[in-house]
Each structure stands twice: as structure tokens, then as C-alpha cells.
């Protein structure tokens, strides 16, 4: 069964210093999307992307943060300059839709920790 | 967004039936119903939707109330795989997004 998968699995960084996420989603999924789950917290949305562009972007989804799809199968979310409440469980997921009935298939995560 | 409310947790028993509830009394007549869970350290796992009619598939069953301000996800029989949280998110025509909003789930205990 085809599936998301994510890269890293565990990432460590410095404040202030750049992360770079990257996902591999289904490869005939067309929307992709990144959530974000601090610790004992709710997943959040962060963003949606589509045809190279973003859809929607929540208010996390600020200028430090940025998506790309730099070829045919990987999506990345890079953090500019890391802060410490950056430390989060990243998620990928992607759909071959954008109704109200389509699926979204999550990736396993990133955990990220900002020393 | 229309709003959810599910309880916090549930215990079962393995190989028993569960039944996890979801309160959404202001529901749109064109709101989805979605069921997602998220086993232990993994990311959310789509489990079932409807919109009207009770609605079956390998991993559940959705029992949705005739007025839509209630359902129900029916695990028949649970497995120590099936703890986990589970959310149910209500996906509506009313903008253009297509993004998930979570809860906070409930969070369902398996005993063997």
C-alpha cells in the first residue's frame, strides 16, 4: 500500500539555526499539507500546497517558515531560524483531492528539538 | 468550523465492541463527518466518514443520529491495536480550505 514517508525521523538543531523536513507524499497524491503536534498538544495545521503554490497557511505558518516541492516526488518545509517552541512532532500528509470527502494520508513524522 | 466535543477517554476490553461518541449539535446540513485516529507515536489514520447514513468499512462503522448532531464509531471488536486517539472532525463546503482541525480526540485504552 503506498504510503507517506518523512525525513528524518528525529532532528536536532540549535536555536537559530535552519531545519529543512523533507516528505516524500503518495506519488499521485497533487495536495500536500504540513501539521505540527507540540507535545500533549492537538495537531495543528500549518499549511496547504498545491500546483507550486500554497492554498492556505494558518497563523503559525509565519515568515520563518517556507514550502517547497523542489522536484516531482519531495515536498520540504524548511524553518528558517529555529526557536525553542519550534520543538514539535512535524507531519506531511497528502491527498489526490481537495473535496470534503477526500482523504488525507499522514506520514509517520519528524520530531524536531530545538536546543 | 463547526465545533465537536468528544469525551476525553474510554476503556474497552479486547475482542469487546466499542462505541465512541461525538457531539456536533451545530452541524451544517453539508458538514462531513470524519473519523481519524493516531495510534502511539504515529501520524493521524483516516478512519471512516458519512454524511447521513450509517456508513461500514473493514476498520469501523459510523453510526450517525437522524438529526446529525450526534454519531457514534463503532470499533466490533477492539484489539490492543486499536488504542489510540481518536478525533472526530467535521469537513464542510463553507470555505475554500481543506484543512483537518483536530480536537483533542479521545483517547481510547484497550485491556487484553
Known amino acids: 500500500e503506498p504510503e507517506v514517508t518523512q525525513t528524518p525521523s528525529h532532528q536536532v538543531t540549535q536555536m537559530g539555526q535552519e531545519v529543512i523536513l523533507r516528505c516524500v507524499p503518495i506519488s499521485n497524491h497533487l495536495y500536500f499539507y504540513w501539521y505540527r503536534q507540540i507535545l500533549g498538544q492537538k495537531v495543528e495545521f500549518l499549511v496547504s500546497?498545491?500546483?507550486?503554490?500554497?492554498?492556505?497557511k494558518s497563523e503559525i505558518f509565519d515568515d520563518q517558515f517556507s514550502v517547497e516541492r523542489p522536484d516531482g516526488s519531495n515536498f520540504t518545509l524548511k524553518i528558517r531560524s529555529t526557536k525553542l517552541e519550534d520543538s514539535a512532532m512535524y507531519f506531511c500528509a497528502s491527498s489526490d483531492g481537495q473535496g470534503v470527502t477526500d482523504t488525507q494520508y499522514f506520514g509517520p513524522g519528524t520530531r524536531l528539538t530545538v536546543l | 468550523d463547526a465545533k465537536t466535543t468528544q469525551p476525553n477517554s474510554m476503556e474497552s476490553n479486547e475482542e469487546e465492541p466499542v462505541h465512541l461518541p461525538c457531539n456536533h449539535s451545530?452541524?451544517?446540513?453539508?458538514?462531513?463527518i470524519h473519523w481519524y485516529r493516531q495510534l502511539p507515536s504515529q501520524g493521524p489514520e483516516y478512519v471512516i466518514h458519512?454524511?447521513?447514513s450509517n456508513v461500514n468499512n473493514r476498520m469501523a462503522s459510523l453510526a450517525i443520529a437522524e438529526d446529525r448532531k450526534s454519531s457514534t464509531l463503532i470499533l466490533h471488536r477492539a484489539t490492543l491495536r486499536d488504542a489510540a486517539v481518536y478525533y472526530c472532525?467535521?469537513?464542510?463546503?463553507?470555505?475554500?480550505?481543506?484543512?483537518?482541525?483536530f480536537g483533542t480526540g479521545t483517547l481510547l485504552a484497550v485491556q487484553p
Open positions: 458519512g454524511l447521513t
Open positions: 451545530t452541524i451544517s446540513g453539508t458538514d462531513y
Open positions: 500546497f498545491y500546483n507550486n503554490e500554497i492554498s492556505e
Open positions: 472532525i467535521l469537513r464542510g463546503y463553507g470555505g475554500a480550505t481543506n484543512k483537518l482541525i
